[in-house]
């Protein structure tokens, strides 16, 4: 017993990559923001200069309806946990997992949590949203948004909670099973989607965003856990959408 045990004790690893110095107070200066490590001198511009940038305001009465358009299947894998404090947000690391878009698959590569949600429904934030961010070996993005409203208890979410590091640039190594899919709400059918950028510097367009219409629940004590322990207010201001088109299956 006493060997099972140690083997699901957590050890702590410094994270191998930690992101650049930015915080959420300053968001409306990240396009100036230079940092030797990137080049061009100014790797943050898309932030400031962007047209296609995220998140936005989700507007029901004007989303567009789509017809014909692909079907979006996650196939999230269980992984032994892994979670990073990078220094912005809880994030899981991801080892497999697909996501399907029509015939087309994105690897599922991490996902994180930001309180309060960064996109809005008729001008109304949530309590949070995940963000599960997946890919294609040619680098094109997809990105599935999930509303978090206080409800439920939420157990997997629970163990995120207790065994993320607190400490900024730490990372948590167990082989307890992590669960994403049980992150999803049961129906992923319907979704708003939208051509955006990632919401973090560097900000980078060509981003495709999902973001589902139905919701998860966590209680309340969950929520105030996570803003307590490790973020509160990581969220980037609304974006205008300069005439995209936002789209409604």
Known sequence: ?????????????????VDPHWTYDEQAQWGMLADPIYKPPFPYADCSIGQKQSPVNIERNSVKKLKGSDELKPRYADVPLSLTNNGHTIRANISKGSLYIGKVEYRLLQFHFHSPSEH???????????HFVNGTADGKLAVVGVFVEAG??????QKILDLAPSRTGATVNTPLPLQPAELLPKNTRH?????GSLTTPPCTEGTQWFVLRETIQASQKQIEQFNG???RGNARAEQKLNGRLLGAN
């Open 229 to 231: 322990k490790y973020y």
């Open 1 to 17: 017993m006493i060997g099972n045990v140690l083997a699901l004790q957590p050890t702590l690893a410094a994270d191998a990559h």
């Open 120 to 130: 809005l429904t008729n001008g109304v934030r949530y309590p949070m949203e995940i």
């Open 152 to 157: 439920q208890f939420n157990q997997e979410f």
């Open 191 to 195: 979704f708003y989607t939208y051509a």
